[in-house]
């Protein structure tokens, strides 16, 4: 019985295959073919069941060299052209902020940061990307004698970008990004302390081809006592020359391109993060939290389509800084917290695109 069973399912099987293969072998021969008038050639014909969507069966016709990543850009170049501000594949960078101090608490300290990022979108079909990138970060301070901090620091972030980027509709994508992380002094074994796993979603909506708003919520250490936070941006592009890209409560810059070549911009931005630090010469761990509210001028200079070149300067307006922890014993091992006092910083950095 389970045989003839077998035998008819098998049967079933091989004639619906058949008719499968006649049907589409019909479609794709009464799928006409086109000609190039201006060689005389003719195209071969695009199978209609390979799009779904007839916009896309459209773009396929009108060009016969079409591919994955130039149907996206044909679709929604536009948008992310216009969406986002000037941001290179990858990006080295060198930062120093002086001295300063936080209020209330005796010394001074200053640091200096070397920089790489990655960021590399990659299109799996015409309407979805991966989001990926890398982020490796080395700030060290240095503390007067007299700081509450004892000796100096170094503090490392290795972080990576997962994330997907998907187009809902033509004005509307939905972007999704995980960033687990080691943020570290990296001065014994890696340990759950040391990791961090941040992340946000975010929609955004093109309300016209130059206003952009986005809506969405972030999880991180740039407050210390809240851990979600909510996200509102607005990109407006004023004119061929000038856009306004924000993002509450992180960002808000206004650019000026007066070419091709050339981006002015001035704004602020809000940094924080939480690093997990051993005392010097014990066992014990604690947590540092840093955070930097900020003015800045910056220039850009694209030397060619792969090649960037940028500087940037300004003040810390205030911070907060929770560098504090108690000895298992008794005491303090450190002791610096509060607000940080203006500070001038600036940064010089290359990018290239690929």
Known sequence: MRIQSFRRA???????????????????????????????????????????????????????????????????GSFVQNAFPYQPNLRIAYEQQLETEVKSDPGTFQWQSFRGDAYLPVVVDPDRMLLLGATGRMRRYDFSPSSPVPGNED???????????????????????????????????LNHRDWQFYGDASAIWRADESLFLTFGVASDETFEDLAVYPLFGVSWLIGESF?????????????????????????????????????????????????????????????????????????????????????????????????????VFFEVGMGLNF
């Open 155 to 189: 503090l490392h972030e290795f972080s990576a970008l997962l994330g997907l980027g998907w187009f809902l509709q033509e004005d509307v994508l939905v972007q999704l990004k995980l960033l687990p992380g080691v943020y570290s002094d990296l001065d014994g074994t």
């Open 243 to 343: 856009r306004v890209d924000m993002l509450l409560p992180r960002n808000l810059e206004f650019s000026w391109l007066p070419s091709a070549s050339w981006i002015w911009s001035v704004g602020i931005d809000l940094d924080g993060d939480e690093f997990n630090v051993r005392a010097p010469g014990t066992k014990q761990q604690f947590a540092v939290h840093t955070q930097e509210f900020r003015a800045y001028v910056e220039t850009t200079l694209r030397m060619n389509d792969n090649l960037g070149i940028y500087a940037r300067g300004g003040s810390t307006l205030f911070g907060q800084y929770n560098w504090a922890a108690n000895a298992t014993g008794g005491g303090l091992l450190a002791d610096l917290r509060g607000t940080q006092d203006p500070a």
């Open 10 to 76: 098998a049967s079933f099987a091989a004639v619906s295959c058949a008719v499968a293969l006649t049907a589409a072998r019909s479609v794709a021969q009464s799928t006409p073919s086109r000609l190039d008038v201006d060689t005389g050639e003719l195209f071969a014909p695009v199978p209609r069941e390979r799009f779904a969507d007839e916009r896309l069966l459209r773009l396929a016709q009108d060009d016969p060299d079409y591919s994955t990543w130039k149907l996206f850009q044909d679709l929604h």
